[in-house]
Each structure stands twice: as C-alpha cells, then as structure tokens.
C-alpha cells in the first residue's frame, strides 16, 4: 500500500507540473499559498513547533505577528513547492529575471583564487532557484549538497529537475569526500546549512536567542583549505521575484582549530539571522530546530 500511494504521489506531482505551466505566474502563486495553507491543516504537531519556534525566539513579536508569521512561512514552503515543478521555465538572463543577483560575479572572482568555493544559504525564500539560477547565470556546475527524501519516486523526480540547468547533487549522508574532492578540484559546493545538524558534526551555538546546533562542516572546510565562503538569501519581492546579494564571508584572520571554526560559523549564522529579522516570514520555522538533546 506504501509503495502504491508514493506512486500516486509522483503522478499528482507529475500532473500538478503539466498544469502549473500553462498557467499565469500570479495564479501559480496562489496555488502556492494555497499549498502552504492545507500544509498547517495536515499536521497541528508541526504547526505548534512553527509557532513555539517564533515565539521562543528573541525576535520579540505578539500573538498576532506570530500567527501572521507563521502562515507566511507556511505559504512560503507552498510557493517554493510550485515553483520548483516549473523551475526550467524561467529565463535566468532575461531583462526581468525570476532571481536578480546585485553582485553574482563575485562567484567567479573568488573561485579564481583555485580553491573551490562553498556557497551557502538556508531554506529561506525559494532556496531551489537560488541554486538553480546561479548555475544558469556563471555557466558552471554546482554541486549540491541533497537530503534524500522519504518517498523515493517523488524524491528522484524533483532531483531530475534540480539538475536541469546543469548542476549536479551530493548526498548529504555521503558529503565528506566528494565535499573535499570537488574544492580540491577548484569546484563550486552548495550547501543549505541552517537546520539542526546531528550531534557528531555539530557545534552548539546560539541561535536566535537559543542555543541550537549548527553544522560545522563549511567552516572546517574552509578554513582546512583556505576555500572562499560565500553566502547568499533569495528575498521575494511584491512582484514574486527575487533579489540576491552575495556576501563573501572574511575569514582570513582566522587560525584553522576549533576556535576558528566556532567563529567562522557564528558569522554565517549572523547573516542569516539578520537575513530573518528582515523577512521572518521567508524562513522555514517548521524544522525543529533548537532541539539539543
């Protein structure tokens, strides 16, 4: 029965895809929110953790805010969903692209210097465009580092279509080695680096507040190879397209030991949470995040 409703999944998915490109991209939109809504009618459990993560956070907002929050943020998941099925319809280099990039050459300049380059983000606006279009954009492959899904056909169906502009995936159970070959290979690696990392590759750190765990690998990896760290949030604007700047973390001041990975990785986390205050709708608060134990 399992087996049967996963493939029923891959074929809603697949019709849901045929028909979210024949239509305007306002009305897609709001199929999006549409999604993101029936997502906090499924699981209550999620939508109490979305919540407590807002209110517990040091953000400081009342019920209401929160509760507006939390159906931004749900909405969100729902408008990535959409534009996800349809990401090898956008044109990258139009005039009036999906993703504007401020400063995308930076991309090149760093990666100039023959040591790779670790691009990062999190699941805040559509982090799948954002990978996307920045392949599209320098020409290049980037390797991105991918969790496996729960439902496989579904799984290898949106991994077909996050390679279509050319980009290849990691598994993220498998990173370290293909991690450390591609900046050996001068390569660009992409990783979303803002949930709870497992207690073996993570530092506790705080985090909005909260102490919360965070992984530690871009920061071991840059500095073990002295690789240029870049990270980069698509922020959606009122026309539901989005704007990149690209932020190249310094850390040329800092010693490879465990310090400086503790620091490094404190001024990713910063970015990041400044990149929240600004739009806290736009993150995805459903992961349980400050769970420690």
């Given at each position: 029965m399992k087996n049967l409703i996963q493939k029923i999944s891959l074929l809603l998915f697949k019709v849901l895809r045929t028909f979210l490109k024949l239509i305007p991209e306002s009305l897609k939109i709001s199929i999006g929110k549409l999604f993101g809504i029936a997502m906090i009618l499924v699981s209550s459990k999620r939508k109490i953790i979305t919540y407590n993560n807002i209110k517990e956070s040091n953000l400081n907002y009342s019920d209401k805010e929160i509760r507006k929050i939390l159906k931004e943020s749900y909405q969100n998941l729902g408008i990535t969903l959409v534009e996800l099925l349809t990401i090898d319809t956008y044109d990258f280099k139009s005039n009036t692209p999906k993703v504007y990039y401020s400063n995308i050459e930076i991309?090149?300049?760093?990666?100039?210097?023959?040591r790779g380059v670790i691009l990062l983000s999190g699941h805040y606006g559509n982090w799948e465009l954002l990978a996307y279009s920045a392949g599209a954009l320098i020409n290049d492959i980037l390797r991105l580092v991918i969790k496996h899904q729960m439902n496989p056909y579904t799984d290898q169906y949106l991994r077909n279509l996050r390679q279509r502009s050319g980009n290849s995936l990691i598994d993220m159970n498998k990173a370290g080695m293909s991690l450390v070959k591609a900046?050996?290979?001068?390569?660009?690696?992409?990783?979303?680096?803002d949930q709870r990392a497992g207690k073996n590759e993570a530092l506790v750190i705080n985090f909005l507040g909260r102490p919360a765990r965070a992984y530690k690998a871009p920061a071991v990896l840059a500095l073990k190879y002295k690789t240029p760290l870049i990270?980069?949030?698509?922020?959606?604007?009122?026309?539901?397209?989005?704007?990149?700047?690209?932020?190249?973390?310094?850390?040329?001041?800092?010693?490879?030991?465990a310090d400086g990975v503790e620091e490094l990785t404190r001024r990713y986390l910063s970015l990041l949470e400044n990149a929240i205050k600004e739009n806290p709708g736009l993150w995805a608060w459903q992961h349980n995040r400050w769970k420690i134990d």
């Open positions: 991309i090149k300049k760093a990666q100039e210097k023959g900046i050996k290979n001068n390569e660009l690696v992409a990783l979303l680096s990270a980069g949030f698509a922020v959606r604007d009122n026309k539901n397209n989005y704007k990149v700047d690209l932020i190249e973390i310094d850390h040329s001041d800092l010693e490879d030991n």
